[in-house]
C-alpha cells in the first residue's frame, strides 16, 4: 500500500533553532497536510496544501508542496518550547478513496530551554 | 464555527465487555466521519470512514464496528474487546469541499484490561 516516509524520526534542538522536517512519497500526491499533536490530544492541523509548489506560512511555520508532487517539507524558524510535540504529514494520493489520507509516523520534536 | 467532541476521554473495561465510543460535530452539515486508531509508536491507522447517515465503509477487519445514526454523529462499537484494542482513539471530520482536509477530535484513551 501507500506508504508516507517522514524524517528525521526525532530531533533534539536548542530554542531559537530552525526545524525542518520532510515527508515523501511513492506516488503523486493532491494535498499535504501537516498536523502537530500534544500528549494525550488529537493532532491539530497546521498547514494545509493544494498546489504543487505552494508555499504557505502560518506564523513560525512554513510548508511547501513539492514540484514533483511526492514530496513536502515543513520548517519552523526560531524554535520555542511549547513547539514540542509530534508533527506529522498526511497526504491525499491522486486516484484514491475519496478522505482517504496517508499518514507519515510523525516527527517528535523537542526543545530545549 | 466547526467542533468535534469526543465521549468519553478515558475508558477503562475488562477483556469481552462491550463499547461505544461516541464521536459528535458540530457547525457543519453532510461531513465524512472517520474512526482512527492510534497504538503507541503515533501510527495512526484509518479503521473506518462514513460519507453520509447509514453508510460505513471499513478498512481493516477486526472486533470493532461503526455505525452512524445521525447526520453528524459516529459511534465505535465492539460487542467484545480483546486486549489488543487498547489505543487512542480519534475522530475526524472533513468536507468534500474542503480538498480532503481533516480535522480529528480530542480523542479517547482505552485500557483493556
Known amino acids: 500500500g501507500q506508504q508516507l516516509n517522514q524524517s528525521p524520526q526525532s530531533m533534539f534542538i536548542q530554542e531559537g533553532e530552525d526545524v525542518s522536517m520532510n515527508c515523501t512519497s511513492s506516488?503523486?500526491?493532491?494535498?499535504w497536510l501537516w498536523y502537530k499533536q500534544d500528549p494525550g490530544e488529537g493532532p491539530v492541523l497546521l498547514i494545509a496544501l493544494y498546489k504543487a509548489g505552494e508555499l504557505t506560512s502560518n506564523g513560525r511555520l512554513t510548508a511547501q508542496f513539492g514540484i514533483t508532487r511526492k514530496d513536502s517539507f515543513l520548517n519552523i524558524s526560531a524554535s520555542i518550547p511549547s513547539d514540542v510535540g509530534i508533527y506529522f504529514c498526511a497526504g491525499h494520493a491522486r486516484g484514491s478513496t475519496l478522505g482517504r489520507l496517508y499518514f507519515g509516523r510523525g516527527t517528535q520534536l523537542t526543545v530545549w530551554p | 464555527s466547526q467542533t468535534i467532541h469526543q465521549w468519553p476521554a478515558t475508558l477503562v473495561q475488562p477483556v469481552g465487555s462491550p463499547l461505544s465510543l461516541e464521536c459528535t460535530v458540530e457547525?457543519?452539515?453532510?461531513?465524512?466521519l472517520y474512526w482512527y486508531r492510534q497504538a503507541a509508536g503515533r501510527g495512526l491507522q484509518l479503521l473506518f470512514y462514513?460519507?453520509?447517515?447509514?453508510?460505513i465503509s471499513s478498512e481493516v477487519p477486526q472486533n470493532l464496528s461503526a455505525s452512524r445514526p445521525q447526520d453528524r454523529q459516529f459511534i465505535l462499537s465492539s460487542k467484545k474487546l480483546l486486549l489488543s484494542d487498547s489505543g487512542f482513539y480519534l475522530c475526524a471530520w472533513s468536507v468534500l469541499a474542503g480538498g480532503e482536509t481533516q480535522y480529528f477530535g480530542p480523542g479517547t484513551r482505552l485500557l483493556v484490561l
Open positions: 457547525g457543519t452539515s453532510n461531513p465524512n
Open positions: 462514513s460519507v453520509g447517515i447509514g453508510q
Open positions: 506516488s503523486i500526491f493532491n494535498t
